[in-house]
């Protein structure tokens, strides 16, 4: 995991999204694709489009279950900034904001208390930094940001022969 002084916002968008797709591959959610293609409306420089993603109800009963799929769900959010930090040296906060805040405010819906789902947060930042910085993790991260560069979008069948060429 090399550090460079000039990235690039292409470079950062790459390693950000490809972290978002392994975290999606490792937990099981169904990606249709990945792409670097910015989005002006969104104000967004990539993005990782899913299938059947089911939707969130607030007022659900809490449990174990759900419990586990919202960890899931924090676990890929946090998986472009995790990334990001992990070949940069540094997250770009700006870029992760909507990642960030989504996962903040379904640490807040576990936890019903700020200060627990802070400590949550960070819990789950590092379970997904053990995760992504697995050498055949990190393998695939590097391998989808480099296939993001080249065509600016994967389809969820080449994220998997991608990720599956680097088993665990």
Not at 8 to 16: E, I, L, P, V
Not at 26 to 48: A, F, Q
Not at 57 to 82: C, S
Request: glycine residues 6%; aromatic residues 10%; contains cysteine.
């Amino acid at each position: 995991m090399s550090k460079k002084n000039s990235v690039t916002k292409f470079q950062r968008a790459a390693y950000h999204e490809a972290g978002h797709a392994v975290a999606s591959y490792l937990v099981k959610r169904r990606l249709s694709y990945v792409t670097i293609e910015p989005n002006p409306d969104k104000h967004t420089l990539g993005h990782c489009e899913y299938r059947n993603l089911a939707t969130f109800k607030p007022d659900a009963v809490l449990t174990g279950r759900l419990r586990n799929q919202i960890e899931k769900l924090i676990i890929v959010l946090l998986a472009g900034a995790v990334a990001e930090r992990l070949k940069f040296g540094r997250t770009y906060w700006k870029g992760s904001e909507n990642d960030t805040t989504q996962a903040h405010d379904l640490a807040i819906y576990l936890c019903n208390e700020d200060k627990e789902a802070r400590a949550f947060i960070n819990w789950l930042w590092e379970r997904t930094r053990n995760i992504l910085e697995f050498g055949p993790h990190w393998a695939a991260v590097e391998a989808i940001s480099e296939e993001l560069m080249k065509s600016k979008y994967i389809s969820e069948r080449q994220t998997r022969k991608i990720k599956g060429g680097n088993k665990r």
